[in-house]
């Protein structure tokens, strides 16, 4: 059982700075896989190491298996770190460098070799023991410095921005070795990332960091279909959710200059302006008798996907349609927003006032 909780833990460097953590509250149940997300300087990697033990706790508590940890020094906090540059001994082979950390510790021959070699065939590494790490690809060299946390047994992985140096099509392969991993071992494992793929692909759940503040933890269903906030909204799905000047008039959604959108499913406390928010997905193509007039400005064929560009009144908005669909530049298309799909944010705060997939309305 591994168990960590982080209680009201902040962050300041000097007492004239501003704190780079904030008030920072999680509770880790044993084997789960947690990522921490969000853009880069909102103090994700700066948590992990706090965890980690590489740098100070300013404030609060970090506990451990019901032991504070606060001034454990790194090695006695039985964690293995994985970091975004493979830190790999370049005149060692692939055994020698995943079996580093057994031989400081003194631990016998056979059991190293036993352990690594055990290690090797989990990751894929055998036929390559014999090798130095300029003989290998970006994505065994991953595998490699992976190895190195693995064959510590230790009951805390912490992985920071892992995959970041690998190309498009390794990091989707070294997700995939990672979730696999993380199915075999069920180490409790911290993750961070600025990349809201690996973070809804990978997580258990996932902690989404703004400007050293939390926004919000959930699983990436809750996360993606119950946002908080305008910020987890956007940062959270691809492409981002659109964002449209709208207002409410008698339980009544309409656009702000007056076109009625969708009757809301149950009223709210709140009357006047709000930022209508819908997924690129979820918009709906309509007639010009039933639907929302939008301009196209330019369209990208994805495959899989069109994603179609263009405005509904002053608001920018891109719509994911089949590929099959015939649209084109300066089409005016006319749009549907279902209103089981709809989410309204306050215009000031930006906070969530309403969300009608199975949620109950926020009050302001």
Same mark, same amino acid.
């Given at each position: 059982m591994t168990k960590i909780k982080l209680q009201h833990v902040s962050k300041q460097y000097t007492k004239e700075s501003d704190k780079v953590i904030h008030d920072f509250n999680l509770d880790i149940d044993d084997k789960e896989f947690i990522v921490f997300v969000g853009p880069s300087g909102c103090g994700k990697s700066t948590t992990l190491r706090m965890i980690a033990g590489l740098e100070s706790?300013?404030?609060?508590?970090?506990?451990?298996?019901?032991?504070?940890?606060?001034?454990?020094?790194?090695?006695?906090?039985?964690?293995?770190?994985?970091?975004?540059?493979?830190?790999?001994?370049?005149?060692?082979?692939?055994?020698?460098?995943?079996?580093?950390?057994?031989?400081?510790?003194?631990?016998?021959?056979?059991?190293?070799?036993?352990?690594?070699?055990?290690?090797?065939?989990?990751?894929?590494?055998?036929?390559?023991l014999k090798r130095k790490p300029k003989?290998?690809?970006?994505?065994? !060299?991953?595998?490699?410095? %992976?190895? $190195?946390?693995?064959?510590?047994?230790?009951?805390?992985? @912490?992985?920071?921005? #892992?995959? *970041?140096?690998?190309d498009a099509k390794l990091r989707v392969q070294m997700r995939e070795e990672i979730i696999r991993l993380h199915k075999t071992l069920g180490t409790t494992t911290i993750y961070v990332t600025h990349d809201q793929t690996e973070a809804m692909t990978m997580a258990t759940r996932i902690v989404v960091l703004k400007d050293g503040h939390i926004q919000q933890i959930g699983t990436p269903t809750e996360i993606y279909k119950n946002p908080n906030n305008m910020f987890v909204a956007s940062f959270i799905g691809a492409p981002a959710m659109n964002f449209i000047h709208a207002k409410?008039?008698?339980?009544?959604?309409?656009?702000?200059?007056? !076109?009625?959108?969708?009757? %809301?499913? $149950?009223?709210?406390?709140?009357?006047?302006?709000?930022? @209508?928010?819908?997924? #690129?997905? *979820?918009?709906?193509?309509?007639?010009?008798?039933?639907?929302?007039?939008?301009?196209?400005?330019?369209?990208?064929?994805?495959?899989?996907?069109?994603?179609v560009h263009g405005k509904l009144e002053q608001?920018?908005?891109?719509?994911?349609?089949?590929?099959?669909?015939?649209?084109?530049?300066?089409?005016?298309?006319?749009?549907?927003?279902?209103?089981?799909?709809?989410?309204?944010?306050?215009?000031?705060?930006?906070?969530?006032?309403?969300?009608?997939?199975?949620?109950?309305?926020?009050?302001?």
């Open positions: 706790i300013t404030g609060g508590e970090l506990w451990m298996d019901d032991q504070l940890v606060n001034h454990v020094p790194s090695k006695d906090r039985d964690i293995a770190m994985v970091f975004q540059n493979y830190a790999l001994f370049p005149h060692l082979t692939v055994f020698d460098n995943i079996a580093f950390g057994l031989k400081i510790r003194k631990v016998k021959k056979a059991i190293i070799k036993e352990k690594v070699e055990q290690t090797a065939g989990i990751l894929g590494l055998t036929p390559y003989d290998l690809s970006g994505g065994q !060299k991953q595998r490699v410095a %992976l190895g $190195r946390a693995v064959v510590r047994d230790a009951n805390i992985f @912490l992985m920071d921005e #892992p995959l *970041s140096n690998l409410v008039v008698n339980n009544q959604l309409m656009t702000s200059e007056g !076109k009625e959108i969708a009757p %809301l499913a $149950r009223p709210i406390d709140h009357q006047g302006k709000v930022i @209508l928010g819908i997924r #690129p997905e *979820s918009v709906v193509l309509a007639t010009e008798n039933d639907g929302l007039a939008m301009d196209v400005e330019f369209v990208e064929m994805m495959g899989a996907d069109l994603h608001s920018k908005i891109i719509i994911r349609l089949n590929p099959d669909v015939m649209v084109k530049e300066n089409d005016r298309i006319y749009l549907r927003f279902p209103h089981e799909k709809i989410h309204l944010f306050d215009p000031n705060n930006e906070e969530s006032l309403y969300q009608s997939e199975g949620m109950t309305a926020w009050v302001d």
